[in-house]
């Protein structure tokens, strides 16, 4: 039996381009041929050589190929995702050229959300895109569009604790912290971040930099933003968080994860508690050698 008649899936997929839009910076290292999701161009030879008999051939990939970038829009919407424009889109083509069977292109996600001015593509390019790049591949095409479908459909909504005029700026300290959204300080990712009561038309703006209160120096949510003048008591809502938010929190510093709301229309209800600090020590036990005697 060849290893042509095995069915390949080849699988593009978890290299996340984690990119600060609007501070205009690409942290697109884990993709690099040197860094941990990278494949170097020396791979391209090894997925078009010819296999031994009873050979398997999984390849785990380099980067997810679909993730998409505003830098891209001018470059045919995707860069990257076209056959003719990456390496693992070329390795297919090339390895269904050789005789190879390909079972299933994963094609990543591929299509962005609005996090400040961002104009992503629509669905309806994006497929049109698909379609004519992957053509006569005669395989099963699978997509992760999971940002596209709830990023923009979940907000994280904070309370002003206390505004802090500083020496150079001005800092809004609020009830949720890094532990809660952690996307700005890991990617410096930004998150546009509005009051929930629309203030009145021409109201002044303060410079500010919107923190949480856990001390540490990357518990921001946003720096540098020009925000109507907030009180204590307040609400904000930084928007977009439906997509690598509540998924990242954690409970660090002992802070509890926040409750999800789930709102339809005027309906809402409360779909994940709050844990109390009890039930967050309840699963913690004393090793035998320190139980009280």
Known sequence: MRA??????LLFAMAQLAAPFAAGQQMAAVASP???????????IS????????????????????????????RAIWNGACPAGSKQGRGAVQWYEHGHAIDRFDIGGGLGIVYADEKPPSIASFMQLVAKETDGLGCELTFEP????VGE??????EVILVKPGVSKTFVIVDAAMNDLIRPTLYEAWHDIVPVRRPRPGAATIRCDIV???CESGDYLAQNRDLPSLSAGDLVMIRSAGAYGAVMASSYNSRPLAPEVMVDGT???????RPSIDEMLSS?????WMEPA
């Open 212 to 214: 949480g209160p856990v």
């Open 47 to 74: 997925w078009t050589r010819p296999c031994d008999e009873n050979d398997w051939v999984l390849d785990t990939g380099g980067c997810r190929i679909g993730d998409w970038h505003p830098a891209t829009e001018d």
């Open 146 to 149: 999971g940002r596209r479908l």
């Open 153 to 158: 459909a979940g907000v994280l909504v904070a």
């Open 267 to 273: 309906r809402f209800a409360v779909v994940r508690a």
């Open 4 to 9: 042509s008649d095995y069915a390949v899936v």
């Open 34 to 44: 040197d860094c941990p999701f990278g494949a170097p161009d020396s791979l391209e």
């Open 284 to 288: 913690e036990r004393f090793p035998p």
